[in-house]
C-alpha cells in the first residue's frame, strides 16, 4: 500500500472535516476553521517531500481537531503570540509567548483551546520517511536522523517543551517577516538551521519545570474563570473560591497561571479594562459611571486611574477617539 503524504491528505479530507481549503496552490494551501467561537487560518507550504511549514492565525475559543495522519509526525510548534492548550493522555499542556512544542502529534485529534482567545505561531512537520530521503539528497553530508530526534524529545508520545531560548527567538523571528521573493529558499535554509539546532540541544538542561495539568484540575479552573468573569461586579477571595471548586490555593494558582498566562488578579484586572473599552465604544450612552461599576469598580477615580495605566489615556478621551489603533499600542 503506497504511503500518502501529508499534503495529499489535506486535498482528500478538506471539506469532508471541519476545514475548508480555501486555496490550494502547488506550493500553499491555505485552510480556514470556524464556529461559534471564532476563526483560524492556517496557510501551509511543502518545503520538501514531507516537510511542511504552517503560519497559524487564530481569534476563537477551541475548536475540535478533525485531523490525525496514520503514521508519526515530528512537529514543532512556535508560539508567537497568545496561548495554546492541547489535550494529551488525561491531561492538558500548554505552550504560550515564545515556547517551542515538539511532538508526534499522536493527540492531534481532539479539542484544542485558546484560553486568551488567540494565538498566532508556525508549525514545522516532518513526515520522517519522506523527510529524510529529501534531506539525503538536498545534503549527503548533513548527519540528521528524524526518528533519532523523535526518540529523543518524545518518548512514550509525551510532549516536550522548550521555554523561551535566545537561538529559538532569533530563528523564528526571521521566518515572521521573510521577503516573498525568496520565501522558498529562507524556508529550507531555517529548517536545516532548526534540525541542527534541535540534534545538538542539551535536553535536560531545557526540559520546561511543569507542563503538564491534569484534567480534573483544568475543567475547575475554566469554571473558577466562568465564575470571576461572568459578572464582574461580584468579588470573591481566591479562599472562597478554591473551597468552593474543592482545590489547593497553591494549586489553583499555578494552574490558573499556566492556562492563562497571568495571575488570577492580573488577569482579571486586564479583563476588567478590556470590557470597559468595549463599554465605552459599544454604548457611547453609559456614563462612565456606570461602565466603573459594571466593571466592579465602586470609585470612578479609581477605575479612571487603573482605565488609563492600561490605556494610557482616560476612559473618555479613549471613546473620542473611538479606539483607534494607535491608542492601543
Known amino acids: 500500500m503506497n504511503k500518502i503524504t501529508v499534503w495529499e491528505q489535506l486535498d482528500k479530507e478538506c471539506g469532508k472535516t471541519n476545514v475548508d481549503l480555501i486555496v490550494s496552490a502547488e506550493e500553499c494551501k491555505v485552510m480556514k476553521?470556524?464556529?461559534?467561537?471564532?476563526e483560524g487560518i492556517m496557510s501551509m507550504y511543502e518545503i520538501f517531500p514531507g516537510i511542511y511549514l504552517m503560519y497559524n492565525d487564530f481569534h476563537m475559543e477551541s475548536y475540535a481537531s478533525e485531523f490525525q495522519h496514520a503514521d508519526t509526525l515530528l512537529a514543532i510548534d512556535h508560539c508567537r503570540e497568545g496561548r495554546i492548550e492541547m489535550e494529551g493522555d488525561n491531561s492538558y499542556y500548554y505552550l504560550e509567548q515564545g515556547d517551542l512544542l515538539i511532538d508526534t502529534?499522536?493527540?492531534h485529534k481532539?479539542?484544542?483551546?485558546?484560553?486568551?482567545?488567540h494565538y498566532h505561531g508556525i508549525t514545522i512537520a516532518f513526515?520522517?520517511?519522506?523527510?529524510?530521503?529529501?534531506l539525503r539528497e538536498l545534503m549527503?553530508?548533513?548527519?540528521?536522523d528524524l526518528t533519532e530526534l523523535v526518540n529523543k524529545f518524545c518518548k512514550n508520545d509525551q510532549p516536550y517543551v522548550v521555554r523561551t531560548d535566545p537561538s529559538i527567538e532569533n530563528l523564528?523571528?526571521?521566518?515572521?517577516r521573510i521577503p516573498k521573493k525568496s520565501r522558498k529558499d529562507y524556508f529550507r535554509i531555517k529548517i536545516l538551521e532548526l534540525l541542527v539546532y534541535l540534534r545538538d540541544l542539551d535536553f535536560e538542561g531545557h526540559r520546561a519545570d511543569k507542563v503538564y495539568f491534569?484534567?480534573?484540575?483544568v475543567e475547575k479552573i475554566?469554571?473558577?474563570?466562568?465564575l470571576i468573569t461572568k459578572d464582574l461586579t461580584k468579588n470573591y477571595t481566591q479562599e472562597q473560591l478554591a473551597k468552593q471548586f474543592s482545590i489547593g490555593i497553591t494549586q489553583m494558582k499555578q494552574c490558573f497561571r499556566s492556562v492563562y498566562g497571568q495571575s488570577m488578579y492580573s488577569y482579571l484586572k486586564t479583563y476588567r479594562m478590556n470590557k470597559a473599552a468595549e463599554l465605552l465604544i459599544m454604548n457611547e450612552k453609559l456614563k462612565v459611571m456606570e461602565i466603573a461599576n459594571a466593571c466592579g469598580y465602586e470609585s470612578v477615580a479609581k477605575f479612571g486611574q487603573a482605565f488609563k495605566t492600561q490605556f494610557g489615556i482616560p476612559p473618555l478621551e479613549y471613546r473620542k477617539c473611538n479606539g483607534r489603533k494607535e491608542i492601543n499600542g
Open 222 to 226: 475554566r469554571a473558577i474563570h466562568e
Open 172 to 176: 523564528f523571528s526571521q521566518l515572521y
Open 110 to 117: 481532539g479539542a484544542v483551546h485558546f484560553p486568551l482567545s
Open 105 to 107: 502529534r499522536v493527540h
Open 214 to 217: 491534569y484534567k480534573n484540575q
Open 127 to 134: 513526515q520522517p520517511e519522506f523527510a529524510e530521503k529529501a
Open 33 to 38: 476553521i470556524a464556529n461559534e467561537t471564532g
Open 140 to 144: 549527503p553530508s548533513l548527519e540528521i
